[in-house]
Protein backbone atom coordinates (compact mmCIF):
# COMPACT_ATOMS: atom_id res chain seq x y z
CA UNK A 1 0.00 0.00 0.00
CA UNK A 2 0.99 3.45 -1.13
CA UNK A 3 -0.21 5.65 1.73
CA UNK A 4 -1.40 9.28 1.00
CA UNK A 5 -0.04 12.06 3.13
CA UNK A 6 -2.14 15.26 3.74
CA UNK A 7 0.10 18.38 5.21
CA UNK A 8 -1.90 21.44 6.37
CA UNK A 9 -0.87 25.13 5.12
CA UNK A 10 -2.21 28.39 6.01
CA UNK A 11 -1.56 31.77 7.99
CA UNK A 12 1.98 31.37 8.52
CA UNK A 13 2.57 27.63 8.39
CA UNK A 14 6.11 27.83 6.08
CA UNK A 15 7.44 24.21 6.02
CA UNK A 16 4.54 22.62 4.04
CA UNK A 17 7.14 22.43 0.99
CA UNK A 18 9.95 20.48 2.21
CA UNK A 19 7.71 18.27 4.80
CA UNK A 20 6.02 17.11 1.36
CA UNK A 21 9.28 16.95 -0.47
CA UNK A 22 10.31 14.24 2.83
CA UNK A 23 7.48 11.79 2.43
CA UNK A 24 7.17 11.95 -1.38
CA UNK A 25 11.50 10.75 -1.46
CA UNK A 26 10.67 8.34 1.43
CA UNK A 27 7.78 6.74 -1.43
CA UNK A 28 4.39 8.04 0.18
CA UNK A 29 1.90 10.28 -2.11
CA UNK A 30 1.11 13.63 -1.09
CA UNK A 31 -0.69 16.44 -1.15
CA UNK A 32 -0.46 20.34 0.63
CA UNK A 33 -3.75 21.82 1.79
CA UNK A 34 -4.83 25.03 2.86
CA UNK A 35 -6.89 24.72 6.02
CA UNK A 36 -9.51 26.96 4.96
CA UNK A 37 -9.86 24.22 2.05
CA UNK A 38 -9.26 21.25 4.49
CA UNK A 39 -12.44 23.15 6.78
CA UNK A 40 -14.58 23.54 3.44
CA UNK A 41 -13.96 19.50 2.60
CA UNK A 42 -13.33 17.43 5.90
CA UNK A 43 -13.83 14.40 4.02
CA UNK A 44 -10.37 14.69 2.40
CA UNK A 45 -9.15 13.04 5.59
CA UNK A 46 -10.89 9.87 4.99
CA UNK A 47 -9.03 9.11 1.91
CA UNK A 48 -5.15 9.92 3.85
CA UNK A 49 -3.45 7.78 6.08
CA UNK A 50 -0.51 10.26 7.49
CA UNK A 51 -1.42 14.02 8.18
CA UNK A 52 1.49 15.97 8.66
CA UNK A 53 1.08 20.04 10.45
CA UNK A 54 4.41 21.33 9.96
CA UNK A 55 6.45 24.05 10.94
CA UNK A 56 6.15 28.02 10.62
CA UNK A 57 5.32 31.12 12.39
CA UNK A 58 1.59 30.71 12.18
CA UNK A 59 -0.54 33.61 13.02
CA UNK A 60 2.75 35.59 13.94
CA UNK A 61 1.89 33.73 17.31
CA UNK A 62 0.44 36.23 18.11
CA UNK A 63 -1.32 34.59 20.88
CA UNK A 64 0.92 32.00 22.15
CA UNK A 65 2.66 29.88 19.12
CA UNK A 66 0.06 27.36 17.74
CA UNK A 67 -2.34 28.76 19.46
CA UNK A 68 -4.80 30.28 17.23
CA UNK A 69 -4.67 27.47 14.60
CA UNK A 70 -5.34 25.38 16.83
CA UNK A 71 -8.51 26.88 17.99
CA UNK A 72 -9.11 27.05 14.30
CA UNK A 73 -8.94 23.62 13.98
CA UNK A 74 -10.38 22.86 17.44
CA UNK A 75 -14.04 25.17 16.25
CA UNK A 76 -13.81 23.81 13.04
CA UNK A 77 -12.42 20.41 12.27
CA UNK A 78 -12.37 18.75 15.87
CA UNK A 79 -14.53 15.57 15.20
CA UNK A 80 -13.48 14.84 11.73
CA UNK A 81 -9.51 15.15 13.28
CA UNK A 82 -10.29 12.98 16.48
CA UNK A 83 -11.96 10.34 14.32
CA UNK A 84 -8.97 10.00 12.03
CA UNK A 85 -6.29 10.15 14.90
CA UNK A 86 -8.89 7.24 16.11
CA UNK A 87 -8.10 5.55 13.00
CA UNK A 88 -5.24 3.30 12.40
CA UNK A 89 -3.46 6.56 11.13
CA UNK A 90 -0.32 8.75 11.76
CA UNK A 91 -0.11 12.31 12.49
CA UNK A 92 3.11 14.36 12.97
CA UNK A 93 3.67 17.47 14.28
CA UNK A 94 6.89 19.37 13.75
CA UNK A 95 7.90 22.67 15.73
CA UNK A 96 5.11 24.86 14.82
CA UNK A 97 2.77 22.04 14.14
CA UNK A 98 4.74 20.56 17.64
CA UNK A 99 2.35 23.01 19.52
CA UNK A 100 -0.66 23.17 17.58
CA UNK A 101 -0.99 19.46 18.09
CA UNK A 102 -0.02 19.81 22.11
CA UNK A 103 -2.69 23.05 21.95
CA UNK A 104 -5.13 20.37 19.93
CA UNK A 105 -4.84 18.12 23.32
CA UNK A 106 -4.01 15.09 20.39
CA UNK A 107 -0.83 14.46 22.88
CA UNK A 108 -0.56 12.83 25.55
CA UNK A 109 -3.87 11.73 24.87
CA UNK A 110 -4.07 10.03 28.23
CA UNK A 111 -6.26 7.63 28.40
CA UNK A 112 -7.27 8.56 24.75
CA UNK A 113 -8.91 11.73 25.64
CA UNK A 114 -7.77 14.03 22.60
CA UNK A 115 -9.15 17.37 22.71
CA UNK A 116 -7.49 17.56 26.44
CA UNK A 117 -4.45 19.65 26.95
CA UNK A 118 -2.18 18.61 29.35
CA UNK A 119 1.15 19.83 28.37
CA UNK A 120 2.29 23.64 26.94
CA UNK A 121 4.95 23.80 24.76
CA UNK A 122 6.42 27.82 26.04
CA UNK A 123 8.76 30.38 26.05
CA UNK A 124 12.91 29.31 25.69
CA UNK A 125 14.20 29.83 29.03
CA UNK A 126 17.12 32.09 27.00
CA UNK A 127 14.18 34.20 26.49
CA UNK A 128 15.71 34.28 22.49
CA UNK A 129 15.04 32.27 19.30
CA UNK A 130 16.93 29.46 19.32
CA UNK A 131 18.41 28.30 15.76
CA UNK A 132 21.23 25.51 15.73
CA UNK A 133 22.00 21.66 15.14
CA UNK A 134 21.47 19.71 18.68
CA UNK A 135 21.44 15.94 19.26
CA UNK A 136 18.81 13.98 20.33
CA UNK A 137 17.96 10.09 21.57
CA UNK A 138 15.11 8.21 20.54
CA UNK A 139 13.48 6.47 22.99
CA UNK A 140 14.10 2.86 22.37
CA UNK A 141 11.27 1.36 24.78
CA UNK A 142 8.57 3.44 22.29
CA UNK A 143 6.32 1.28 20.32
CA UNK A 144 5.38 4.13 17.97
CA UNK A 145 5.47 3.81 14.24
CA UNK A 146 7.68 7.02 13.92
CA UNK A 147 10.78 6.31 15.98
CA UNK A 148 11.68 2.45 14.66
CA UNK A 149 15.32 2.01 14.95
CA UNK A 150 15.95 4.13 17.84
CA UNK A 151 19.47 5.51 18.17
CA UNK A 152 20.59 8.83 18.08
CA UNK A 153 19.34 12.13 15.59
CA UNK A 154 21.03 15.09 14.43
CA UNK A 155 18.81 17.30 13.27
CA UNK A 156 18.14 21.16 13.56
CA UNK A 157 16.16 23.15 15.87
CA UNK A 158 14.74 26.70 15.08
CA UNK A 159 12.22 28.48 17.64
CA UNK A 160 11.38 30.67 20.39
CA UNK A 161 8.96 28.65 21.98
CA UNK A 162 10.30 25.19 22.16
CA UNK A 163 9.97 24.05 26.03
CA UNK A 164 7.79 21.39 26.94
CA UNK A 165 6.32 21.69 30.80
CA UNK A 166 3.56 19.72 32.43
CA UNK A 167 2.97 18.82 35.57
CA UNK A 168 4.23 16.59 37.72
CA UNK A 169 1.54 13.88 37.45
CA UNK A 170 1.44 14.39 33.71
CA UNK A 171 5.31 14.07 33.14
CA UNK A 172 4.95 11.16 35.55
CA UNK A 173 2.75 9.40 33.50
CA UNK A 174 4.33 10.14 29.65
CA UNK A 175 7.70 8.50 31.68
CA UNK A 176 5.76 5.61 32.81
CA UNK A 177 4.02 5.01 29.48
CA UNK A 178 6.78 5.37 27.37
CA UNK A 179 5.92 8.97 25.58
CA UNK A 180 8.69 10.81 26.30
CA UNK A 181 9.77 9.71 22.79
CA UNK A 182 12.60 12.30 21.90
CA UNK A 183 14.99 13.97 24.70
CA UNK A 184 17.87 16.15 24.21
CA UNK A 185 21.77 14.96 24.71
CA UNK A 186 25.11 16.45 24.46
CA UNK A 187 27.49 15.35 21.59
CA UNK A 188 28.74 12.41 23.87
CA UNK A 189 25.36 10.70 23.83
CA UNK A 190 24.57 11.80 28.22
CA UNK A 191 21.43 13.65 28.84
CA UNK A 192 21.74 17.87 28.31
CA UNK A 193 20.59 17.32 32.18
CA UNK A 194 18.69 21.40 31.27
CA UNK A 195 22.06 22.45 30.09
CA UNK A 196 22.12 24.92 27.05
CA UNK A 197 22.35 24.55 24.56
CA UNK A 198 22.32 21.13 24.23
CA UNK A 199 19.17 21.84 25.70
CA UNK A 200 18.20 24.78 23.54
CA UNK A 201 15.12 26.00 25.56
CA UNK A 202 14.85 24.62 28.93
CA UNK A 203 12.18 21.88 28.22
CA UNK A 204 11.20 19.96 31.14
CA UNK A 205 13.46 16.30 31.25
CA UNK A 206 14.92 17.64 28.31
CA UNK A 207 11.79 16.78 26.37
CA UNK A 208 12.07 17.51 22.48
CA UNK A 209 9.49 15.25 21.62
CA UNK A 210 6.20 13.25 22.84
CA UNK A 211 3.66 11.05 21.60
CA UNK A 212 0.40 10.21 22.27
CA UNK A 213 -0.61 6.66 24.29
CA UNK A 214 -0.77 4.49 21.00
CA UNK A 215 2.80 6.52 19.33
CA UNK A 216 0.52 7.11 15.94
CA UNK A 217 0.76 10.98 16.93
CA UNK A 218 4.10 12.42 17.65
CA UNK A 219 4.75 16.07 18.10
CA UNK A 220 8.33 17.37 18.14
CA UNK A 221 9.98 20.59 17.85
CA UNK A 222 13.39 19.64 16.15
CA UNK A 223 13.01 19.81 11.85
CA UNK A 224 14.04 16.17 10.56
CA UNK A 225 12.84 17.77 7.58
CA UNK A 226 15.76 20.13 7.51
CA UNK A 227 18.17 17.46 8.02
CA UNK A 228 16.68 14.80 5.39
CA UNK A 229 19.98 14.51 3.94
CA UNK A 230 24.01 14.29 4.79
CA UNK A 231 24.51 17.66 2.92
CA UNK A 232 22.18 19.79 4.90
CA UNK A 233 24.43 18.68 7.94
CA UNK A 234 26.16 21.73 9.62
CA UNK A 235 29.25 19.36 10.00
CA UNK A 236 29.10 18.36 6.30
CA UNK A 237 32.91 19.20 5.58
CA UNK A 238 34.23 17.59 8.74
CA UNK A 239 32.16 14.22 7.78
CA UNK A 240 33.03 14.29 4.26
CA UNK A 241 36.77 14.70 4.96
CA UNK A 242 36.97 12.23 7.55
CA UNK A 243 35.35 9.76 4.67
CA UNK A 244 37.73 10.80 2.31
CA UNK A 245 40.61 9.91 4.43
CA UNK A 246 39.31 6.53 5.49
CA UNK A 247 38.26 5.74 1.50
CA UNK A 248 34.52 5.60 2.24
CA UNK A 249 31.67 6.92 0.68
CA UNK A 250 28.97 9.06 2.80
CA UNK A 251 25.35 8.31 2.39
CA UNK A 252 23.14 10.19 0.90
CA UNK A 253 20.48 10.31 3.60
CA UNK A 254 20.76 11.60 7.11
CA UNK A 255 18.83 11.35 10.63
CA UNK A 256 16.02 13.52 9.78
CA UNK A 257 14.59 10.79 7.34
CA UNK A 258 14.70 8.21 9.25
CA UNK A 259 10.83 9.46 10.38
CA UNK A 260 9.65 9.61 7.15
CA UNK A 261 10.96 6.30 5.86
CA UNK A 262 9.04 4.86 9.07
CA UNK A 263 6.33 6.28 8.29
CA UNK A 264 6.13 4.57 4.52
CA UNK A 265 7.35 1.55 6.25
CA UNK A 266 4.37 1.72 8.26
CA UNK A 267 1.52 1.39 5.93
CA UNK A 268 4.06 -1.07 3.90
CA UNK A 269 4.09 -3.89 6.26
Known sequence: MTASVLILSGYGLNCEEETLYAFEYAGLKGRIRHINDLIENPKELDDVQVLAVPGGFSYGDDTGSGNAFAQKMKLALWEPVRRFVERDTLTIGICNG?????????????????????????????????????????????????????????????????????????LKSLKDSNQVAISYIKPDGSTAGGEFPYNPNGSTADIAGITDESGRVLALMPHPERGMFTWQRDDYHELKDQAAREGKELPEESDGMRLFRNAARYFAS
Open 98 to 170: CQIVANLGLVPGINKKYGERLVAVTYNMTARYQCRWIDLSINDNSDSPWLQGGGTMHIPVAHGEGRFMMDETT
